[in-house]
């Protein structure tokens, strides 16, 4: 069973940094693609950005050139790096994980889950 725990969401002003953090569970060797989503209530779920087992990353539009997501396989770990952050970045950012190696075309179609980390920008 895979489990997924984020951290590192908090409050910022515009302008400013923020790392998430994931660490994933029940896997010695974790080879799936993962990935960060956020959602606001209301709107649908937003992908961010994924990175498959060897390192290839993709980037949603609203955040190419601002956010870097980044894996330690080592350590079953996942990160993103938000700078340059926006009152419109305001969200619940979820750490997910693929079914396989793979990355899913779409947010909607990870596996897992974790329970997401509140970000919230002021202006």
């Known amino acids: 069973q895979v489990q997924l725990v984020e951290s590192g969401g908090g409050s910022v002003q515009a302008g400013g940094s923020l790392r998430l953090s994931c660490a994933v569970f029940g896997y010695t060797y974790f080879s799936n693609c993962l990935g960060w989503i956020r959602q606001t209530p209301g709107k649908e779920r937003e992908g961010l950005a994924t990175?498959?087992?060897?390192?290839?990353?993709n980037y949603g539009d609203s955040v190419l050139g601002r956010f870097t997501i980044s894996r330690d396989n080592a350590k079953n770990t996942l990160a993103l790096q938000m700078n340059s952050l926006k009152p419109e970045d305001t969200a619940m950012y979820y750490c997910a994980a693929a079914a396989g190696y793979s990355c899913p075309s779409g947010p909607d179609f990870f596996t897992y889950w974790g329970q997401g980390t509140q970000v919230t920008v002021s202006s």
């Open positions: 990175i498959n087992f060897d390192g290839v990353t």
